[in-house]
């Protein structure tokens, strides 16, 4: 018998990066909002590497946090060691990585969390969503308790019907021993929800003390640290190093002699893994004409030996994995602490998802992170802070936010998802972006805080900060355009440092600017410095006059797929009214149901000729709708 336990705005299953997200900002913006976790000791644990950031997901982090996440501010207080990463190439792939403090980026979430007004935070495994008339009205417990809501947001992770492998040892479990969720699961299937079964890994974590480290190459982090949240200003010295080896013929023989151990190649698994982040075996497989793998040893925190292997992520049984481990330089006497193993779950198939991440099947029902096919701490992240802005906005009136693919990766992101699906757990990556020169890590900012603000998100202090840094690049490329550099020995002198040729004619210091080996540092040097303006001011100008025709192109390529986007779609149309489309395009719309021509356009199997005919059919007005 069920117990009536309360009335919320915002219900969240979970309590992992999507969940946390998600349920910071239904509540900042003022939507009573509970959040139902499996164990409190979890939140926001990361259950595989102990790191945010890297190519792409680096550049998410500052889109979370120009919207008014945590994710950002809370790594900053609790990294080990932070690295910006591909700083010889342009700025359109350069990201922040950071080795996170696993136990205190916890613990600081935690505190967060329950410090937070409009949240509550409870234990309590979630059995069942009570659905009337294809409307969320709330969730059951476990316990029985009856939780009513407005709207729901499920962030189960990799928990839905989990199943640990390794070797042959099978059993249900979530992620680091922790109980698998069931019922949920064969819940959304009784809805009509389509699932699909995905598959990840970690590797070991041994003990530090038992490495020897003479024989790795140390990677340390940044002398000058840079950060992800525009509100941190002082950074963390103390860093830790993290280090290199590699696998050789002594660690393939041994993978390769016990290759039909695994729980990969043995048959056990039956879901699909992540190309873009295979286990040691599947490296083995696939690039068998390799001689090596690079192997990072990462530390998980200042106040534990804990030491995450990365790179060799593994199903095999334990008994192989020490063996293994012991065959790779620097861990020959290594104890392993922590065994590998590989986690099978259910993924909710994500083109049942409009791009507000709200189900189409049940209305006030959304899904955020890892159960959306999804791998990754900041992919979930993104999907939580959406989903929660979005729940809250079904609540209190207002319009849903739908960021597009030109306005940051986030866009990318649910785009991909909703639009295309994913056969695999889906992973950001800088080539999945059309637009990624305008999607930097530097103007995450520029890009997004009018919108966190608008939401409530930003808070005024922060908000006047960006209005200022706004004027201040504007004024200084004004400026740079009113000064004449003319030749001088001292100009030259700053030519030839930066391998240029020496100026012969006066030239604009903006002009100069644009020159591929100068930077604004150079040009400064050469006029009249402008007082006290901030590193990130000069920053944004210099990117945005060196790489002035580049945006310019690029933007004009967004006003034309906007004029897509603004091609609307009812959502019920009758598409087996068009003549003229293709029997499987006319499927994949059906299926997906895009809402504009511009989504419509990037269905896998609707090709150019079935989008002009999609066209000129809305165009003429006359739109067969579906009976309901």
């Known amino acids: 018998m069920t117990y009536h336990a309360g009335h919320y705005d915002v219900i969240v299953i979970g309590a992992g990066h999507a969940g946390v997200e998600a349920g910071l900002a239904s509540a900042r913006m003022g939507a009573k909002t509970l959040m139902l976790s499996l164990n409190l000791d979890m939140v926001a644990f990361m259950p595989c590497n102990p790191s945010i950031g890297g190519p792409a997901k680096g550049i998410v982090v500052r889109e979370i946090d120009a919207l008014g996440g945590e994710m950002a501010k809370v790594i900053d207080r609790n990294y080990i060691q932070m690295r910006m990463l591909n700083t010889g190439k342009g700025p359109a792939v350069q990201a922040l990585r950071a ?59 990799t928990f839905m019907r989990g199943k640990v492998l390794m070797g042959d040892l099978e059993y249900e479990s979530g992620p680091n021993n922790q109980r698998a969720s069931i019922k949920l699961s064969e819940n959304l299937e009784e809805l009509g929800f389509e699932l699909t079964r995905f598959k990840t890994g970690t590797p070991p974590r041994v003990n530090s003390h038992t490495i020897d480290y003479s024989k790795t190459e140390i990677q340390p982090g940044d002398d000058e640290p840079q950060h992800f949240s525009y509100e941190t200003t002082e950074g963390i010295t103390e860093q830790i190093p993290c280090w290199l080896t590699y696998t050789n013929e002594f660690t393939h023989e041994v993978i390769q002699d016990n290759l039909q151990l695994s729980a990969m190649y043995s048959g056990m698994k039956r879901g699909t893994g ?103 701490y900041e992919e979930a992240a993104a999907q939580g802070i959406m989903s929660g802005i979005n729940a809250a906005a079904k609540v209190l009136g207002r319009d849903p936010v739908i960021l597009d693919r030109s306005q940051a990766y986030i866009g990318v992101l649910i785009d991909d998802l909703v639009t295309k699906g994913t056969n695999e757990p889906y992973r950001l990556l800088t080539s999945r972006a059309e637009y990624r020169l305008l999607l930097r890590h530097d103007n995450a900012d520029m890009r997004l805080t009018e919108i966190g603000h608008g939401l409530g998100l930003i808070p005024e202090a922060r908000y006047e900060k960006f209005v200022e840094k706004k004027r201040l690049v504007e004024e200084e490329k004004k400026r740079l355009g009113k000064i004449v550099v003319k030749p001088s020995e001292a100009v030259n002198e700053i030519m030839t440092e930066a391998s240029g040729a020496p100026l012969k004619e006066a030239v604009k210091a903006y002009d100069l600017l644009k020159r591929p080996e100068l930077t604004y540092v150079h040009v400064d040097r050469m006029i009249e410095s402008a007082e006290n303006l901030p590193e990130d001011v000069k920053e944004q100008v210099g990117i945005q006059i060196k790489y002035e025709g580049y945006i310019k192109k690029a933007n004009d390529q967004v006003a034309r797929m906007l004029k897509m986007e603004d091609k609307k779609i009812p959502e019920d149309i009758d598409y087996d009214q068009i003549s003229g489309i293709a029997t499987e395009a006319i499927e994949k719309l059906k299926k997906v149901r895009p809402l504009s021509v511009g989504q419509a356009s990037r269905i896998s199997g609707v090709n150019p000729a079935d989008v002009s005919i999609l066209l000129v059919y809305i165009e003429q007005g006359n739109i067969a709708r579906v009976a309901n």
């Open 99 to 157: 080795q996170a403090d696993k136990p205190m980026y916890i613990k600081d979430m935690k505190q967060i969390l329950e410090d937070q007004e409009n949240l509550t935070l409870r234990q309590g495994m979630v059995n069942e969503l009570i659905v009337e008339d294809e409307v969320v009205k709330g969730v059951i417990t476990e316990t029985k308790a009856a939780y009513s809501a407005e709207t729901v947001i499920v962030t189960t992770g």
């Open 274 to 376: 992540p190309r873009y982040c295979p286990s040691i075996e599947d490296k083995i497989v696939r690039f068998n004409d390799k001689p090596r793998h690079q192997i990072f040893l990462e530390p998980e925190g200042r106040d534990t030996e804990e030491v995450y292997v990365q790179g060799l992520s593994t199903s095999l049984p334990e008994s192989v994995q020490h063996e293994m481990v012991k065959r790779v330089p620097g861990l020959e006497n290594a104890e392993i602490m922590r065994a590998g193993y590989a986690i099978e779950y259910d993924a909710v198939v994500p083109t049942q998802l409009w791009p507000t991440l709200e189900t189409k099947k049940i209305s006030g029902l959304f899904t955020a992170g890892q159960i959306n096919g999804t791998s990754g």
